[in-house]
C-alpha cells in the first residue's frame, strides 16, 4: 500500500495544512513533560518551511470533550515548537473562523501557524462534513504527519483529506509506515517479539497477526501475571486480567503448535502491597520464584534471572518488535527489568537488528534510560501501533493519495 509522500510534491508558494500529533503530556500546572511528539515533526515542518511553504498546523491535545479548556490548549505548544524551529511559531484560539482565515491571508512564505485544538469542537471526532469542509479551506495542500491518530475516523485524519486532489504522507508518518510494515510484512529472523504493559486485551490482535512470524517471544509486566495464573499458579495479589486466562492459555497452545519458543519470568520482585501508589517503594520487597508470591504481596517487575534469560534470548536477532514495559519502569525499584531489555535491543541494535518499539510507555522508558537514538524506530502510535500490526487498516492512512 505505497503512499504519495511530501518529498513528491512542491511546497514553495501552497498554504500546507498538516495533521500533526501534537497530543503531549502534560503535569498538573498544564507544563508539557515529554516533547518527543513535537521533535517527532520537526523534519516535515522544515522541510515545508525551507521550501517556502506556509504551513498551517491541527491537532488536538487530550480530551476536552467539545469544550474549550484553558488547560488544554496548544498556545504552550506553539512555544516549545518556536524554540526547536528557532522562529516564531503564529497561534489562533480557533481552528476555525475568520480570526483564522485572516492570520492565514496574511502569512508570508516560510511561515508557520498552530490552530487551536481541534477537540474543542465536537464536530471534530463526529468527522462532521461541514467541520471538515471549514478545516480544508486553509490549505492547498493535505499533510498527514500523525501516526498517533491514523486509527481515528474523526475529521482531521478521515473527513478533511476528502476535499483534497492530493493528499500525502509526511516524513514521521512515511517512516512509521516503513519500519511497521516491515515487521508485519516480511520481518527478518530471527524475528523477536516482545510483550509488557499491564493487559494482553490491549495487544490481542497483534499477537495472534505475529506469532506465527516470529521465532521468540518474551511476555512481562502485568500481562505475563495472567500468562502464569492460566499456568495454575498462584500470583498473589499482582495485578491481572481473570477474564483472558482462556486466551493466554490458547496462546500458549498456539505458540507450541507454531513451535515459537514462548518465554514467561521465572522470578520477579514483590511487593508487600495490594496496590500500586508511590508509596510501595518504602514497602517491603523481595525478589522470589514466580511459583513463590507470596499471598498478599505483588508482582511489580521480571527478576534478575528473568532479565538474564530474556538478554540471552534477544542475542543474534536480526528484527525485535517491543510493545509494554515489564514493570513499573516509573518507580525506581521496579526499573530494573525494563532497563536491562532496553540495553539488550541497544546492544543488538548496534549489531545491525532493527528494533521497533511501540506505545507511550514503552518510548518513555527508552527516553528515561537515555537509550531513545539507539533504537532502529519509536512508533509515536498507541492504539494505531497496535492496530497496524493487527493488520488493521487505518483510516487516516487509507484515505492518503496512492503513487
Not at 491514523?150 to 486532489?165: E, L, M, W, Y
Not at 527516553?367 to 532502529?376: C, D, I, L, V
Request: with cysteine; proline share 4%.
Amino acid at each position: 500500500m505505497p503512499k504519495r509522500s511530501l518529498r513528491d510534491v512542491e511546497v514553495k508558494g501552497r498554504r500546507v495544512l498538516v495533521r500533526v500529533d501534537f497530543n503531549v503530556p502534560l503535569n498538573e500546572e498544564g507544563e508539557i513533560t515529554d516533547d518527543r511528539r513535537i521533535r517527532a515533526s520537526l523534519p516535515t515542518l522544515r522541510y515545508i518551511l525551507e521550501g517556502k511553504g506556509k504551513a498551517i498546523l491541527i491537532s488536538h491535545l487530550g480530551r476536552p470533550k467539545g469544550k474549550p479548556s484553558r488547560f488544554l490548549s496548544l498556545r504552550s505548544v506553539a512555544m516549545r515548537l518556536g524554540k526547536f524551529l528557532d522562529k516564531e511559531v503564529l497561534f489562533e484560539e480557533d481552528c476555525i473562523g475568520e480570526g483564522v482565515e485572516k492570520t492565514i491571508q496574511k502569512m508570508g512564505e516560510g511561515e508557520c501557524l498552530l490552530l487551536e485544538n481541534l477537540r474543542f469542537h465536537p464536530e471534530e471526532e463526529m468527522n462532521d462534513p461541514e467541520f471538515s469542509r471549514k478545516l480544508s479551506n486553509w490549505g492547498d495542500l493535505y499533510v498527514n504527519d500523525a501516526f498517533g491518530t491514523a486509527h481515528r475516523t474523526h475529521a482531521s485524519t478521515d473527513g478533511v483529506p476528502h476535499f483534497f486532489d492530493l493528499r500525502v504522507a509526511g516524513f514521521l508518518l512515511e517512516k512509521e509506515m516503513e519500519y511497521l510494515g516491515r515487521i508485519l510484512e516480511n520481518p527478518e529472523g530471527p524475528f523477536v517479539l516482545i510483550f509488557g504493559g499491564a493487559k494482553i486485551s490491549d495487544k490481542l490482535g497483534l499477537i495472534e497477526n505475529l506469532l506465527q512470524k516470529a521465532d521468540k517471544v518474551l511476555i512481562g509486566g502485568g500481562m505475563a501475571l495472567t500468562f502464569l495464573k492460566s499456568q495454575g499458579i498462584d500470583v498473589g495479589k499482582s495485578l491481572m486480567e481473570e477474564e483472558m486466562i482462556e486466551n493466554a492459555k490458547e496462546i500458549l497452545r498456539k505458540a507450541g503448535r507454531e513451535e515459537v519458543t514462548l518465554l514467561l519470568p521465572i522470578d520477579c520482585v514483590v511487593v508487600n502491597s495490594g496496590e500500586v501508589t508511590p508509596e510501595i517503594i518504602h514497602l517491603e520487597r523481595k525478589v522470589v520464584g514466580v511459583e513463590a508470591i507470596p499471598e498478599s504481596w505483588m508482582s511489580l517487575d521480571i527478576g534478575p534471572l528473568t532479565r538474564r534469560i530474556f538478554a540471552e534470548a534477544l542475542r543474534g536477532a536480526k528484527t525485535i518488535c517491543w510493545n509494554g514495559p515489564l514493570g513499573v519502569f516509573e518507580l525506581e525499584p521496579f526499573a530494573s527489568g525494563t532497563q536491562a531489555v532496553a540495553y539488550a535491543l541497544a546492544l543488538e541494535t548496534e549489531k545491525g537488528a532493527v528494533t521497533v518499539l511501540g506505545g507511550g510507555d514503552t518510548g518513555a522508558a527508552c527516553e528515561k534510560f537515555g537509550f531513545s537514538e539507539k533504537m532502529s524506530h519509536i512508533s509515536t502510535g498507541g492504539g494505531a501501533f497496535l492496530e497496524f500490526l493487527a493488520g488493521k487498516r487505518l483510516p487516516g492512512i487509507t484515505v492518503l493519495s496512492d503513487r
